[in-house]
């Protein structure tokens, strides 16, 4: 069972109709107590880095914290990546939940921003998010802020510089564009998740 | 390199996608959910569903076409045609559309542009424009398909639409649509370098070339065309491996 987390940011109807047509069961919850029941978790997002801040107050952020510290495989999409950084330029005030090093930063002025559209990744030797593939897939993005390159970047991009496109560590699994809008690569890196037994 | 898309844009009536100059002699041209996913296994980067239904006809049946439509499609797809309110706009939404466009109802209340963006982001939202040359260099907003005319200068209403945030804006020349004879270039690059965010051309779109002139010459972000794509002549595949050909940046292969 995949439990995907609503916080009231954005639509989350893509990510479940992604898994379904996967076959794989999911839920989609905003109640603590299902994350501790969790299988994998899944915490979407679109939107502003501000929205987040539900999910302190909501208790959803203990739940994953805890949920993670078990070993439960996670994956952050869009904002739900840059949540797991320490934080965004978009909202200082909004803290993440800093599992990794660094801040998320806006797009220099120039370039057209959001950066909107199919961009080429750059995958690194390790990932088994995306495990299969060829080692420049086409992917759908739409974000005005990005994370920073560090030491589990398993996926970069080039727009206005390069940052981190993909991230993983142990449990731990982020990516910037939307698996479930970028057409077979995508469904076969969400096929990829639920797949993993760590 | 962020590739410039090819979006393939399915005019909808009472359920079925319909062909026509101009929105006249419409004739079928299949079932939504079956001619989106054949664009999308083509190599479209993104499908738009514009309901051109009648008023009264529309609330029985889009939000079940979208709903079978999304059922099976894993790239981007944009709903337009119709809708007025924040409400109207979660309900398409719910159904499985990624992003709503809006025309008409920006235009009478641009407020409901922030509303839509604030609850379900800027991304989520495309203005669509439908532009006519006036005189020179000056475009004038049409509403309603482009049977009424606005009042609004083009330029400044994308730059309105931005402000109130807008995600894309859908740039259609009215003059070039159904034309088959290429893209407002002119048009297009005015709007392209005075936002920040992407721009979609559309209308007047015939053949490769007018792709390659739209994003090299009008600046666009995106390119949409109708009715080169249906009927199975003129497959995407085989426009992005030409204007891939001549240098311009596509998602090829998929």
Known sequence: ?198 | MLTKRIIACLDVDNGRVVKGVRFENLRDAGDPAELAKAHSESGADEIVLLDISAAHERRTTLLDTVHRTAKQLFIPFTVGGGIRTLEEASAVFSAGADKISINSAALADPTVITRIAERFGSQAVVVAIDAKRCNGMRWEAFTHGGRNISGRDALEWAQESESRGAGEILLTSMDRDGTASGFDCKLTRMIADAVRIPVIASGGAGGAQHFVDVFREGHADAALAASIFHYGFNQIADLKQEIGSQGIPVRWPC
């Open chain 1, 1 to 198: 069972m995949i439990t995907i987390i609503d916080y009231g940011a954005g639509n989350l109807v893509s990510v479940k109709k992604a898994f379904d047509w996967l076959g794989e069961k999911c839920e989609i919850t905003s109640n603590p107590d299902s994350v501790a029941r969790a299988a994998k978790i899944v915490l979407p997002g679109v939107g502003h880095f501000a929205s987040t801040s539900t999910l302190t107050h909501s208790g959803l952020r203990d739940a994953i914290n805890q949920a993670i510290g078990r070993g439960i495989p996670f994956l952050g999409i869009c904002v739900g990546m840059q949540w797991m950084f320490h934080g965004s330029q978009e909202a200082p005030e909004t803290p993440g939940l800093a599992l990794f090093q660094g801040e998320c930063e806006r797009f220099p002025a120039s370039v057209k921003s959001p950066h909107v559209g199919w961009n080429q990744l750059q995958l690194g030797e390790t990932s088994r998010l995306f495990h299969g593939m060829l080692p420049s897939p086409f992917v759908y993005f739409t974000h005005s802020f990005r994370a920073p390159l560090m030491e589990n970047t398993t996926a970069c991009c080039e727009y206005g510089g390069t940052f981190a496109a993909a991230i993983e560590r142990e449990n731990l699994f982020g990516v910037q564009f939307h698996p479930e809008k970028s057409g077979e690569i995508g469904l076969k890196l969400l096929s990829n998740f639920c797949a993993l037994t760590c």
